[in-house]
């Protein structure tokens, strides 16, 4: 139904203490300066300039000053800091100049990795950007919705996010969702006249907030607030809420956390033991946290940086536009994907392929009524719809001398669609509704039959119900149509009673022709495929045969209302088919996957599919999906195919593989030289190395993990799902780190009791072996397999060949080698690093096996 303007009232001044939403609309166009053709657009800038983007919480650019101070917001990067200080206070200016040198070249190096990732990041973010249809200088545009200031006329219709607080000026069956605010599921009507100024929120009929979503229908809506101004930006001001932790953030937060307490251990141990020998506080203190420091990965958050930017430009250029960047990593460890079959599985391009009376015959009234009421629907777009609208106009059918009544918009409770139409200016008034064929039946008392109408008994109802049972299983999608004649201008939910069945509708949407293939190729990668619908379960079994879903695992919507959650974990995960579902069954899916420790994706376009995809681990949608579905999502692809999801799921992957390999590598080298050093010290007459030179060994061990973005990884790695095992990285650490520490004390024996060799020489032999084995185990356990099967990638092998160069080279640079305390060793202690850097290569390659 319409609902008009109210007629323009010469303005007067509006009261100031009068609240938006109680004022006549003349008024309210008065108090923001605005009228019928909107702002013009430089008074939309200066009022841009004035009040500030339309967002909540405005994400702060990332310019270079902000990101090289957030390089030094590390405790770790602080510490060193402070060494450095007090060092120079101790005059100790050459290990004060080396460590300062050390944590710029780190803080550059991360600032100019994560300055490449964010500008990665924010061009694509921008293909993303939430978009309005707003009136300015008279006409109507497409705007970024962050460009919105209060003033502004905006049109809004179904699917679509409500992007500021506003009142309604024009409405035509508009209805909206305001769950997030009010806590109300259900949708309610909006319509424009001002309310009472002392209306509770869930009460103010006229006004639409951010935050909430339109269901059904159209309206053109004032803008009066935008930002942080509006009702949902006071609420996010005040509760100060973050969203909850994704799967990779829970496991890199409990990864420091047992980083931290072993540092603390570390820290704690070696200044104890240090003291007790009676060695200088200071000089202990600085080895002691320079042994912690070694002990971490202080470059993980650059590289995790460099790998999620590199994966975003890789996925991007598939066609996969990634919202959230952690949902790289966790779209790799998904086991299980949950999909609508329409659009997905199917090509998604309805054809009508029948109208037929009760009795399955061919019959041209039925599409004269569904045509009628497709074409008079304004509510929510949908293919069945358009093929109908296609559908009549090829049978010659239009609306003239048809005009609109009165509709009572579709939503996903009823099913149901329905118009009121009239012929002419005395014409009778009909009733035509269409929608699924038990919701329309339960309003049908009669059926149309030649010459007239008859009962719609038992047994009638038994030969429809067979019927459209065979349609299904045909693969056709099957709705009802009904009439009745009507009187009044409006009618309501109780005037869908008493009806007529006048037949059905059979919708044909064949099988895309690689959906099978890709349903085995994500089986392939260990993710299930299930298809969430709400379609008859005759439809979605027909075409779950023809794509390799088990059509006899399934459930109903009927079932799993019986069900008690408990019963629903047991059944999810053994169940391929979940039909006839509603939206809340479509969250309760995910949720009961989810608790039997399954990472679920879900991919949905739709509105009804929004709770769904915020409650999944990884949310996916499409470039043409409605805009609460696609700003729900984590992921958004281009093209719904399934095959592109797959190289998604492959490139996350493969990012999160590398991601852990820096991690098992860092921890477990530098584990193994960090023990290596905390046992040696006690027993030496001075300090394996100084904290300087621990801090560089540190630092350029890390410089070829930056190259880890573009490693080959192993296929059987990207056949399976990936997840943080602490416990795994913990084995990991303690066996290779105790193997390198038992070459690290062969080499503190040989240099101790065969060269004799003195401090110089001592922490220069060791400082290439402890650096030349961290880097031959970066090479050696980057892959699962034997080394020389799996070739790194070039940027890797080109870092590796280079550190190795300089550690060799280093003792004899002259002034830097003096300045860090090293020493030329000469040819033969050279060559034995190197056999004891080989030792060591094949001793992790044979306990890598060993451990498979």
């Not at 942080?228 to 809420?241: R, S, Y």
Request: aromatic content about 6%; glycine content about 8%.
């Amino acid at each position: 139904m319409d609902t008009p303007r109210h007629p323009h009232r010469p303005a007067r001044p509006p009261d100031a203490s009068a609240p938006d939403w109680s004022l006549p609309e003349a008024e309210l166009l008065a108090r923001h300066a605005s009228g019928p053709q909107g702002l013009g657009q430089a008074e939309a800038l200066a009022r841009l300039q004035r009040h500030g983007p339309n967002a909540v919480a405005e994400q702060a650019a990332a310019t270079a000053w902000r990101l090289v101070l957030r390089q030094f917001a590390s405790p770790l990067v602080l510490i060193l800091v402070a060494g450095a200080l007090v060092s120079a206070a101790l005059k100790s200016w050459a290990e004060a100049t080396t460590i300062l040198a050390i944590v710029l070249c780190s803080a550059g190096l991360g600032w100019w990795q994560e300055w490449r990732a964010s500008d990665a990041v924010a061009r694509l973010r921008q293909r993303l950007a939430l978009n309005a249809r707003v009136r300015r200088d008279g006409a109507w545009r497409p705007l970024p919705a962050r460009e919105l200031v209060p003033g502004d006329l905006i049109e809004l219709s179904a699917g679509k996010l409500v992007p500021a607080d506003g009142v309604v000026l024009q409405a035509r069956d508009f209805l909206v969702t305001e769950a997030s605010l009010t806590g109300e599921s259900f949708p309610v009507e909006k319509r424009p006249g001002p309310v009472a100024a002392d209306a509770p929120l869930r009460e103010r009929g006229n006004s639409v907030f951010l935050g909430s979503s339109v269901r059904s229908g159209t309206a053109t809506v004032l803008i009066t607030r935008t930002g942080a101004a509006t009702v949902f930006g006071e609420l996010a001001a005040e509760l100060k809420q973050r969203p909850p932790q994704t799967r990779f953030a829970q496991g890199v937060r409990r990864f420091g956390d047992m980083l931290l307490r072993l540092m603390l251990a570390v820290v704690l141990a070696v200044l104890v033991v240090n003291q007790w020998l009676g060695r200088p506080l200071i000089d202990s203190l600085m080895f002691s946290v320079a042994l912690a420091v070694g002990l971490s990965p202080e470059l993980l958050p650059a590289i995790v940086s460099v790998m999620l930017a590199r994966a975003t430009r890789a996925m991007a250029a598939q066609g996969v536009l990634v919202r959230r960047l952690e949902a790289i990593e966790d779209l790799g460890g998904v086991n299980v994907l949950c999909t609508d079959k329409t659009g997905t599985l199917t090509q998604g391009v309805m054809t009508l392929d029948a109208a037929v009376d009760p009795d399955g015959q061919p019959d041209a009234g039925v599409l004269r009524w569904a045509h009628l009421n497709a074409a008079f629907e304004s509510g929510i777009e949908n293919p069945l719809d358009q093929a109908l609208v296609a559908a009549g106009e090829r049978a010659g059918l239009t609306l003239e001398g048809w005009r609109k009544v009165d509709e009572i918009p579709y939503d996903f409770v009823r099913k149901r669609l329905t118009i009121v139409a009239q012929r002419g200016a005395d014409g009778e008034r009909l009733l035509v509704t269409k929608g699924a064929v038990p919701q329309t039946l339960a309003v049908c008392d009669r059926v149309r039959q030649a010459g007239g109408e008859a009962p719609l008994d038992a047994a009638r109802r038994t030969r429809i119900d067979e019927h459209v049972r065979e349609l299904g299983g045909q693969g056709l999608r099957v709705l009802a149509v009904a009439t009745r004649a009507v009187r009044a201008d409006r009618v309501g939910l109780a005037d869908e009673a008493g009806l007529c069945l006048e037949g059905f509708l059979a919708f044909t949407d064949p099988p895309k022709p690689g959906a099978a293939q890709a349903v085995r190729a994500l089986r392939a990668h260990k993710v299930r495929v299930k298809m969430v619908t709400g379609d008859s379960r005759h439809v979605a079994a027909h075409v779950a045969r023809q794509v390799g879903l088990d059509p006899s695992a399934l459930l109903t919507g009927a079932e799993i209302a019986a069900m008690r959650d408990e019963a629903l974990w047991h059944h999810a995960p053994r169940t391929d088919l979940f039909v006839e579902v509603d939206p809340s069954q479509k969250e309760r899916i995910v949720r009961a996957l989810q608790r039997t420790r399954h990472a679920v994706g879900y991919l949905g376009d739709g509105i009804n599919d929004a709770p769904a995809l915020l409650a999944a681990d990884v949310g996916l949608s499409v470039d043409q999906a409605v805009d609460v579905a696609r700003e729900s999502a984590d992921v958004v692809l281009l093209q719904p195919d399934l095959d592109v999801l797959c190289r998604g799921v492959e490139e996350g992957r493969r990012t999160f593989a590398n991601t852990l390999k820096y991690i098992a590598l860092s921890i477990s080298a530098n584990f193994g030289n960090m023990v290596s050093m905390a046992i040696a010290a006690p027993f030496l007459p001075f300090l394996p190395l100084t904290p300087t030179q621990i801090l560089l060994n540190n630092f350029l061990s890390d410089l070829p993990s930056m190259a880890l973005s573009t490693d080959r990884v192993d296929t059987a790695v990207l056949g399976r799902p990936l997840r943080w095992d602490l416990h795994g990285l913990r084995r990991f650490m303690m066996g290779f780190g105790l193997i390198s520490s038992l070459f690290d004390l062969l080499c503190f024996a040989w240099l101790l009791w065969v060269l004799r060799a003195d401090e110089a020489v001592f922490r220069t032999a060791w400082f290439q072996v402890s650096l030349l084995t961290e880097l031959a185990a970066v090479l050696v356990l980057r892959t699962h397999g034997p080394v020389w099967r799996s070739r790194p990638g070039e940027l890797l092998s080109g870092a590796l060949i280079a550190m190795a160069a300089l550690a060799l080279a280093l003792p004899y640079s002259g002034p830097p080698a003096a300045l860090l305390g090293f020493v030329p060793l000469g040819w033969a202690a050279t060559a034995v690093v190197l056999a004891l850097v080989l030792a060591y290569a094949a001793a992790i390659e044979a306990a890598k096996r060993w451990a498979r």
